[in-house]
């Protein structure tokens, strides 16, 4: 009663080899691996946006670009540093986003401070709309990547930072640093 019959075994193979991605990769012996993380390439990112916001939640959205703005973005050329996303009746764009032309693209090139598209769910748009309608809230760009040949962007819902929050959080950075070379230090004494 303990063991399974034959026709269980079959059962329970035909099944692995239904949930790992085929029975002849089954059958070959293939190793089961783990599904692996989508690679990511970074093509820009808002260092600044951190210092000047406190970032309360973050959304990632399909970009719209034509093919010069994809050839300068994977030759690493982009700045976010005053991008910022905002909604259009039932659309989202981002702004001063600055992407510059493309050399080689010659009179096919785009506009390099043009609004671009986002793309994102209705129900997500709706709620950023109602959110940002508050005072003091905005939608920033953080980072502008590729998600499996997709380009992507980062967003984070944000509040500005007054000036002596900026010195706090900068002092407390400080600290940790100081912390972390005395203690560096203390594990590595003679």
């Known amino acids: 009663m303990g063991e399974s019959s034959i026709g269980d075994r079959?059962?329970?193979?035909?099944?692995?080899?239904a949930s790992a991605g085929g029975y002849d990769r089954w059958f070959a012996g293939a190793s089961l691996k783990k599904?692996?993380?989508?690679?990511?390439?970074?093509?820009?990112?808002?260092r600044a946006a951190s210092y000047n916001y406190h970032l309360l939640e973050r959304f990632e959205a399909g970009l719209v670009?034509?093919?010069?703005?994809?050839?300068?973005?994977?030759?690493g050329q982009a700045s976010l540093r005053?991008?910022?996303a905002e909604v259009r009746g039932t659309e989202l764009w981002l702004v001063n986003s600055h992407i510059p032309e493309y050399q080689p693209g010659g009179p096919f090139n785009h506009q390099p401070l043009r609004p671009r598209k986002l793309l994102l769910h209705r129900r997500e748009i709706d709620k950023l709309a109602?959110?940002?309608q508050v005072k003091g809230m905005t939608l920033v760009?953080?980072?502008?990547?590729f998600r499996n040949g997709k380009a992507k962007c980062e967003l984070a819902l944000a509040r500005g930072k007054k000036q002596h929050d900026r010195r706090?959080?900068?002092?407390?950075?400080?600290a940790r640093r100081e912390a972390a070379a005395?203690?560096?230090?203390?594990?590595?004494?003679p």
Not at 182 to 189: F, G, Q, S, T, V
Request: aromatic share 8%; proline share 2%; no cysteine.
């Open 10 to 17: 079959g059962a329970q193979a035909a099944l692995l080899a």
């Open 35 to 46: 599904k692996e993380k989508p690679s990511e390439r970074v093509a820009a990112t808002n």
């Open 141 to 145: 760009a953080l980072r502008i990547y």
């Open 130 to 132: 109602g959110k940002t």
């Open 82 to 84: 005053d991008a910022y």
């Open 168 to 174: 706090q959080a900068e002092r407390d950075r400080e």
């Open 65 to 75: 670009l034509v093919g010069t703005e994809v050839k300068s973005l994977r030759a």
């Open 182 to 189: 005395a203690m560096y230090k203390y594990r590595h004494r």
